[in-house]
């Protein structure tokens, strides 16, 4: 097999490009690597196994760059790495390839991270999804502000994809219909026992050209289908300010929703014929989200029109076949929809969400609740609204939250009643994250010195990394770790320089907060803080201070003003630092631009300090938190998410825990009064003025000013300063500062470092997916 992929490599490229290896450009190497890979895999890929298979539904999947954890767990890492060093060229160099950006963040990551753990602890995971045409979006940054240019992520072709027309199936919307064209992505398990599919579906018309149409000179008529048809796949998460974008972005939850099912029962037909009674022990559903609710009113209506079984049946089979995963306690985030929008594009669907509903108020006249007010918190179609969480509640058998403080969140709180009414379905399921991705690839230093103290084993079994701790007292090991750190510092360095243009100094503190931009993920308290510690430096306030780099990397989404703002006010920061010789050799300010997977892998080996600064209960779980911790930070964070078990595992004394707590702010939200924290607080009054005082300059966009009255007036939606960034300031700002201190003793500082990732195993994605598999998927 070796030397047949190394021959495999050179022939595809003298076939496909007439070109040797040293010719060929870094895409054509691209391809021919992939491909290569891909003639090793063999039989053991394909869709119909034996056994109970999982189908991981999920409006995300944030794969990233391919090429490298394929190769590593395929085992072909070594030799594509003899073969690269043997014609002089670097093995990174496929760093300039596009990720595959099909995801938004956590949830999209989350999956991918599912998908790689499922096949290598052999279980069938499949996911299923749409295969945009669009990534997310590429940002950069001009003059301090987002801006936004299309993620032709196919631009240098998808060698890792396989188009099966001949399993297209068709979907219909009132007034028109599409073709699901698959295209199947292998998942390799490491070591190469396993492989799963990643199936993402394509939207494409029933008849592409009209050429009637085209002959009579219309031309735009011509072509209509065609670019409708295409628009349902073309751009993850379209805008949805008005009806036509909320339109588009309900047709592709349906449209990938239905051609899974569709998929799945032809296959099961095929095994079982007419006879369902096996579906739920074949087939296991997880929905990622609210996103794919959508499919469990679909599958009645297939069971029913189409197999003509009984609707009580149908919706037993859906409850034992369906598992839903919360990802959030915001309101907002759950999904609804106008029922009035909702019928005109899926009126079929429609009726069958009447019918579940009428199931529940049977239920819930059986179990005692017989009023209209012990009816209404658990409707699914109220008010002219679909709550597309309630239908999932409902009508599956397992709803899950992904952190310990999470789903006490969901049971107490955001799904109280469902859950007095079914306890036994409520479950927790922490997050986790590959190891294999996340260490033995990002950080192949680190997993050489871990392997090297404790073997191999850690890498299918992260828990052998506890093995670490006999050392933790070890100075010569200390110093071991401290070095591999100062080696990823300077190749984030490095990195940094040659996307940005920017230079940062390897040797200050490296602080890093990367995540998607939000409110309540509070990266704009973060940016307060640097101005404290600016004003600090400048009025000689704060003394013997090592020199930092706050590092930040964040998209907001294109329609959300506020976080657009947030990101203006950071390059604001980080300009006005630049511009002061008084303090450029003790802060530096760098916000990266188009923050994605790939620049995850560089930034978390290279973190010292990991800030995960949400307020208290908005933030489900987190997964950023640890890779960090994994790689060697230390988090400096609130008791939000999995932060909370972090802590648990690595000890508080080796991280940076501060700010209010869940119940803190239960007990004070209604009494909350931020203004007069601001007219209290010179510091904090000091840091907000910025806002207004012209210290910055938001070039009159007003967007300044808007955070401004946020903070201190409020809007019609929300309450002042609903994220508590003044609350936990004073707080925040001394553990930024002890952390800083502390790292004037490198050998104890690293030595929490050491601890974090001594005491990681907990949170490997391998662990998830057998708890969802023993306690979910059965």
């Known amino acids: 097999m070796e030397n047949k992929f190394k021959s495999n490599v050179i022939t595809i490229l003298d076939l496909d490009y007439q070109k040797s290896i040293r010719e060929a450009s870094t895409v054509q190497l691209y391809n021919a690597v992939s491909k290569a890979a891909m003639r090793n895999l063999g039989k053991e890929w394909r869709l119909n196994i034996p056994g109970k298979k999982v189908c991981y539904l999920s409006a995300e999947f944030l794969v990233g760059r391919l090429i490298y954890s394929n190769l590593y767990?395929?085992?072909?890492?070594?030799?594509?790495?003899?073969?690269?060093?043997?014609?002089?060229?670097?093995?990174?160099?496929?760093?300039?390839?596009?990720?595959?950006?099909?995801?938004?963040?956590?949830?999209?990551?989350?999956?991918?991270?599912?998908?790689?753990?499922?096949?290598?602890?052999g279980i069938t995971l499949n996911g299923y999804g749409?295969?945009?045409?669009?990534?997310?979006?590429?940002?950069?940054?001009?003059?301090?502000?987002?801006?936004?240019?299309?993620?032709?992520?196919?631009?240098?072709?998808?060698?890792?994809?396989?188009?099966?027309?001949?399993?297209?199936?068709r979907i219909d919307y009132k007034g028109q219909s599409v073709y699901a064209i698959p295209y199947d992505m292998p998942i390799i398990g490491y070591g190469n026992r396993k492989v799963n599919t990643l199936r993402l579906w394509q939207a494409e018309p029933l008849e592409s050209f009209n050429f009637e149409l085209f002959n009579e000179q219309k031309y735009d008529k011509a072509n209509r289908n065609k670019n409708e048809a295409e628009a349902i796949s073309s751009l993850l998460y379209p805008n949805d300010n008005?009806?036509?974008?909320?339109?588009?972005?309900?047709?592709?939850?349906?449209?990938?929703?239905?051609?899974?099912?569709?998929?799945?029962?032809?296959?099961?037909?095929?095994?079982?014929?007419?006879?369902?009674?096996?579906?739920?022990?074949?087939?296991?559903?997880?929905?990622?989200?609210?996103?794919?609710?959508?499919?469990?009113?679909?599958?009645?209506?297939?069971?029913?029109?189409?197999?003509?079984?009984?609707?009580?049946?149908?919706?037993?089979?859906?409850?034992?076949?369906?598992?839903?995963?919360?990802?959030?306690?915001?309101?907002e985030a759950l999904e609804k929809w106008n029922a009035t929008l909702f019928k005109s594009v899926l009126p079929r669907i429609y009726?069958?969400?009447?019918?579940?509903?009428?199931?529940?108020?049977?239920?819930?006249?059986?179990?005692?609740?017989?009023?209209?007010?012990?009816?209404?918190?658990?409707?699914?179609?109220?008010?002219?609204?679909?709550?597309?969480?309630?239908?999932?509640?409902?009508?599956?058998?397992?709803?899950?939250?992904?952190?310990?403080?999470?789903?006490?969140?969901?049971?107490?709180?955001?799904?109280?009643?469902?859950?007095?009414?079914?306890?036994?379905?409520?479950?927790?399921?922490?997050?986790?994250?590959?190891?294999r991705r996340w260490l033995a690839i990002a950080n192949?230093?680190?997993?050489?010195?871990?392997?090297?103290?404790?073997?191999?084993?850690?890498?299918?079994?992260?828990?052998?990394?506890?093995?670490?701790?006999?050392?933790?007292?070890?100075?010569?090991?200390?110093?071991?770790?401290?070095?591999?750190?100062?080696?990823?510092?300077?190749?984030?360095?490095?990195?940094i320089y040659k996307q940005e243009g920017i230079r940062i100094n390897p040797n200050f503190i490296y602080d890093i907060q990367v995540k998607r931009l939000h409110e309540y993920k509070r990266q704009l308290l973060n940016a307060f803080s640097i101005l404290d510690i600016y004003f600090g430096l400048k009025d000689g306030r704060i003394q013997d201070f090592n020199p930092t780099a706050f590092i930040f990397g964040a998209k907001s989404a294109p329609g959300y003003f506020r976080a657009k703002a947030i990101i203006k006010f950071i390059n604001e920061v980080a300009k006005l630092i630049d511009l002061d010789e008084d303090v450029?050799?003790?802060?530096?300010?760098?916000?990266?631009?188009?923050?994605?997977?790939?620049?995850?892998?560089?930034?978390?080996?290279?973190?010292?300090?990991?800030?995960?600064?949400?307020?208290?209960g908005t933030e489900a779980s987190g997964t950023g938190n640890m890779k960090f911790m994994l790689n060697g930070a230390v988090t400096l964070g609130t008791y939000d998410g999995a932060n909370i078990e972090?802590?648990?595992?690595?000890?508080?004394?080796?991280?940076?825990?501060?700010?209010?707590?869940?119940?803190?702010?239960?007990?004070?939200?209604?009494?909350?009064?931020?203004?007069?924290?601001?007219?209290?607080?010179?510091?904090?009054?000091?840091?907000?003025?910025?806002?207004?005082?012209?210290?910055?300059d938001d070039e009159n966009t007003g967007m300044f000013i808007e955070l401004y009255n946020a903070l201190l007036n409020g809007a019609s939606w929300h309450k002042p300063d609903h994220y508590y960034l003044l609350l936990d300031f004073l707080p925040y700002c001394d553990a930024k500062l002890t952390a800083n201190r502390d790292y004037s003793d490198m050998y104890s500082f690293r030595r929490k470092c050491f601890m974090n990732t001594a005491n990681a195993g907990k949170f490997s994605s391998d662990r998830s997916v057998r708890e969802y598999a023993n306690e979910i998927w059965n």
């Open 73 to 121: 767990n395929m085992g072909l890492f070594n030799q594509f790495s003899e073969l690269m060093s043997k014609n002089n060229l670097d093995i990174r160099m496929f760093e300039d390839i596009e990720d595959a950006a099909l995801g938004n963040g956590g949830l999209g990551r989350l999956a991918a991270c599912y998908l790689d753990s499922g096949a290598t602890i």
């Open 130 to 169: 749409i295969r945009y045409k669009y990534g997310l979006f590429k940002q950069y940054i001009e003059n301090g502000f987002q801006k936004e240019v299309p993620d032709d992520w196919q631009r240098f072709g998808d060698p890792w994809s396989i188009r099966k027309e001949e399993e297209k199936v």
């Open 242 to 331: 008005t009806d036509e974008g909320k339109k588009l972005r309900l047709k592709q939850e349906y449209f990938f929703s239905s051609a899974t099912l569709k998929d799945i029962i032809r296959k099961y037909k095929t095994k079982f014929g007419e006879d369902f009674s096996h579906f739920s022990a074949e087939y296991a559903i997880q929905l990622n989200d609210t996103h794919p609710v959508v499919a469990i009113p679909e599958l009645i209506r297939i069971l029913m029109e189409e197999e003509k079984i009984t609707f009580a049946k149908a919706l037993r089979i859906a409850k034992e076949t369906f598992a839903y995963t919360n990802h959030t306690v915001m309101s």
């Open 351 to 435: 009726k069958y969400i009447i019918l579940i509903q009428k199931a529940l108020l049977k239920e819930l006249y059986a179990l005692g609740k017989n009023t209209w007010d012990a009816h209404r918190p658990y409707l699914i179609i109220d008010n002219n609204t679909i709550h597309m969480a309630k239908l999932a509640v409902y009508a599956s058998h397992s709803t899950n939250g992904v952190a310990a403080i999470h789903s006490e969140i969901l049971k107490n709180d955001v799904l109280k009643d469902w859950y007095e009414l079914y306890p036994a379905r409520f479950n927790n399921k922490t997050n986790g994250i590959t190891q």
């Open 444 to 495: 192949m230093e680190l997993s050489g010195f871990i392997s090297d103290k404790i073997g191999n084993s850690w890498v299918t079994d992260l828990d052998r990394l506890k093995g670490l701790e006999k050392y933790s007292d070890d100075k010569s090991v200390i110093k071991q770790f401290d070095d591999i750190k100062r080696i990823k510092k300077r190749q984030l360095s490095e990195y």
């Open 584 to 616: 450029k050799d003790k802060l530096q300010v760098v916000f990266i631009q188009n923050y994605n997977v790939s620049y995850a892998e560089k930034l978390a080996p290279a973190a010292d300090i990991s800030e995960q600064i949400s307020t208290a």
């Open 646 to 696: 972090i802590v648990e595992q690595a000890g508080e004394e080796n991280n940076y825990i501060f700010g209010a707590r869940v119940e803190d702010i239960r007990n004070i939200s209604n009494s909350y009064h931020a203004r007069s924290i601001y007219e209290q607080n010179p510091r904090i009054k000091r840091v907000l003025d910025t806002l207004v005082d012209g210290t910055v």
